[in-house]
């Protein structure tokens, strides 16, 4: 099960950009977004009325898994800002804004793990450089497997889980607003991953 949940652990929210090849021997496995069944959402404190939800629809890329040595498995995320969601129009593009993800100055968010550490039999903390609005801080997310193992509608073997984290948007100099919009935001990650076996040969599944 700790094999299963490290493996889980390394999709994460949110582009990565980790592949090595497979041997006969095998233990690095790839895996990559299933986006279909992949949300990255956020919570944020609106005027004291509300906890404000809201979502990034474009990020892409793939996560490692390394069974012999498990603590080097890796995660690279890159998320798009201009793919925020509030569903509202006039909201989106004040979130867009230089109040708060100024896109076009800085068109991506990004996160890389520094280590995984296993906190109970399905369950870890991950923890990575976040970098927003070109400020990189340590976040920790605790991290949930809920499921791995062949898709039952196909061939394919999949990885699923659930992680949050806390960050203060003010750390990363994201400032309009407060107190009046908070500044605790929320986090949390719905992912599936896909493995990609090719990648992965030699390596049975657990």
């Known amino acids: 099960m700790k094999r299963l949940l490290t493996s889980a652990l390394s999709i994460l929210v949110m582009g990565l950009s980790l592949g090595l090849p497979g041997t006969a021997h095998a233990q690095i496995e790839t895996y990559s977004f299933d986006k279909a069944h992949t949300q990255i959402l956020f919570f944020v404190n609106h005027l004291g009325f509300s906890n404000s939800q809201g979502e990034f629809l474009d990020f892409d890329g793939t996560f490692t898994f390394d069974r012999g040595e498990p603590e080097k498995s890796s995660v690279d995320v890159t998320i798009q800002t201009n793919s925020i969601d509030m569903d509202d129009e006039k909201w989106d593009t004040h979130m867009k804004s230089a109040d708060f993800f100024n896109v076009e100055h800085f068109p991506t968010m990004h996160f890389k793990s520094t280590s995984i550490v296993l906190t109970g039999e399905d369950t870890a903390d991950i923890t990575g450089d976040m970098t927003i609005l070109g400020?990189?801080?340590?976040?920790?997310?605790?991290?949930?497997?809920?499921?791995?193992?062949p898709h039952p509608f196909g061939s394919k073997y999949m990885a699923g889980l659930s992680a949050s984290a806390h960050i203060k948007r003010s750390d990363f100099g994201m400032n309009y607003g407060l107190p009046m919009v908070g500044d605790d935001v929320e986090i949390r990650i719905e992912v599936e991953g896909v493995r990609d076996d090719s990648a992965a040969q030699g390596v049975e599944n657990p």
């Open 135 to 149: 400020v990189t801080k340590p976040v920790t997310l605790s991290t949930k497997l809920n499921k791995a193992g």
